[in-house]
């Protein structure tokens, strides 16, 4: 279909420009999954269609409009042309106008921000991109999308990143500085071929596009990190799940990986780490079926090859799986006791099969081992100091970080000595590692650093990190409690509907405006 853009989508944002990063001009963005792209355009919003689509769209001077395309030219009038040549489903047509301009980081890739952030960007991801992508069609077959480029969002946006096709949207929270956080795009550029290229049918079965990304993306990280980095960042995936699964009990129906989605439920209020990393453990354990890693690498080129620019299901997938490997099948591996496909998909509760993060435990060893020692009553700082932190990347710092958390409240003081000894950590400007900061600073009252939890609430607005920390304060003392409402009164016009809605929930605010 041709559309002619005037108006501003519903679902999307209107951003003022003091939502903005530059707070200069206003901004628009769509975010179209799960079902919000029927607010934008009329049309089947549901993952089973697929399309091509063009689109018209003129801006005001001074504005650039950027789109999920594999074509797009200006025009005169400030009129930029689109087309979209492969078929998508209806929630990857994605849509920014604003003041943005781009950079060049690779032979594929241009990197696109508002201006006070593009050297940021450039310099984050020049070169890196290109990497992933060749990693990436090794692994999996030719990237078919032409272009990939990424959008730093506003701070407000929600997510992590939007796999738009040919244009992710990502937050600027991954403009850690020191590209501590690139390997977040590894995840995106996996999307290029599970969930843009085979997509799942049904938002039921999310867990197709997410849990065979994550799959691919720890593939693509192997490749590029090793395989000890990746086990890492997996238990810290692992221990997400872990945490979802307690608050949430086992048994509820969420914990599935075929979730009943009820007529006039929002698939997006379904969502959590259980698709993403239940998934990842379900498609280890096919891996592990197959035993040999070229033949399951093989196998994932093959299901891509067949299943590319279509809509599936776990079946569709499951059976192709069985046909591929006959003997896998005459072995009758999808009913296994404990570990039936049928179980998997069906039975909500732990993954009834793990996969070896064992190589990870050269990195998680002396991290557990130093959380120990920070945890103890009297603090021995010669050990703690013979320690030297300076060579872990990310993942280890945030997997001591989340041992701290399980350990908090820690005894007296140790909190502040903690705070001082690693400034690395403290004063952080990478995301994740905020996020953990600002959990450890609520979970043991150190009222001393509220200040930073206020200041990062204010700095972005991703669900992510907003809602655990919102939660947190909720829970915590009587000053945190103050410190959520304050921020929250602030923050609000700069947060995404949807988050500032989650936030009114766990504040009991539901229903006043």
Request: glycine share 8%.
């Amino acid at each position: 279909g041709s559309t002619f853009c005037k108006g501003v989508p519903h679902d999307g944002q209107d951003l003022l420009p003091e939502q903005t990063a530059g707070k200069q001009k206003p901004y628009m963005y769509t975010q179209g999954q799960a079902v919000l792209n029927r607010s934008f355009f009329p049309g089947f919003d549901t993952p089973a269609v697929k399309c091509t689509y063009s689109a018209t769209v003129q801006v005001p001077e001074g504005f650039t409009a950027v789109m999920s395309a594999t074509t797009w030219e200006k025009q005169k009038d400030n009129t930029f042309v689109f087309k979209m040549e492969h078929p998508i489903p209806s929630y990857l047509i994605a849509l920014a106008v604003g003041d943005i301009v781009s950079a060049e980081v690779g032979p594929r890739s241009r990197v696109w921000a508002e201006p006070c952030l593009i050297e940021a960007a450039k310099k984050e991801y020049d070169g890196v991109i290109e990497e992933f992508l060749a990693v990436g069609e090794k692994l999996f077959g030719p990237y078919v999308w032409g272009r990939y480029d990424v959008l730093f969002m506003p701070p407000s946006f929600p997510f992590g990143g939007m796999e738009n096709p040919c244009i992710t949207f990502v937050t600027p929270c991954l403009l850690a500085g020191d590209r501590s956080l690139v390997d977040v795009i590894i995840h995106e550029i996996s999307h290029s071929w599970f969930g843009n290229l085979v997509t799942n049918a049904t938002w039921g079965e999310f867990w197709l596009n997410e849990g065979f990304t994550m799959y691919a993306q720890r593939r693509i990280s192997t490749e590029v990190y090793g395989s000890a980095y990746t086990c890492l960042e997996a238990a810290t995936g692992r221990a997400l799940l872990r945490q979802h699964m307690d608050t949430t009990g086992e048994e509820h129906p969420l914990n599935k990986l075929r979730v009943v989605i009820e007529p006039g439920v929002n698939p997006d209020d379904t969502y959590n780490e259980t698709p993403y990393e239940k998934g990842f453990c379900f498609v280890s354990y096919l891996a592990h079926l197959v035993g040999d890693q070229r033949k399951f690498d093989s196998f994932l080129q093959a299901y891509v090859e067949q299943f590319k620019f279509q809509s599936i299901t776990a079946d569709d997938a499951l059976n192709f799986f069985l046909e591929y490997f006959p003997d896998l099948k005459k072995q009758g591996v999808d009913s296994r006791p404990g570990l039936e496909f049928d179980r998997w998909l069906n039975t909500p509760g732990w993954p009834p099969f793990l996969p070896d993060l064992s190589p990870g435990q050269q990195l998680m060893k002396p991290a557990d081992e130093l959380a120990e020692l920070w945890a103890s009553d009297g603090l021995n700082m010669e050990k703690i100091e013979a320690v030297d932190i300076s060579a872990w990347k990310t993942y280890q710092l945030v997997y001591f970080l989340d041992r701290i958390l399980q350990k908090s409240p820690l005894p007296d003081g140790n909190v502040e000595r903690l705070s001082t000894t690693y400034p690395k950590i403290s004063k952080a400007q990478n995301a994740e590692l905020r996020l953990r900061w600002c959990q450890i600073v609520l979970r043991n009252n150190h009222e001393a650093e509220y200040s930073k939890v206020k200041a990062f609430l204010h700095s972005q607005g991703k669900q992510k990190y907003t809602l655990p920390l919102y939660r947190a304060m909720w829970g915590g003392s009587e000053a945190a409690r103050a410190l959520a409402m304050e921020t929250f009164s602030a923050t609000a016009p700069q947060l995404h509907i949807n988050v500032r809605n989650y936030v009114k929930k766990i504040l009991g605010l539901e229903g006043s405006d």
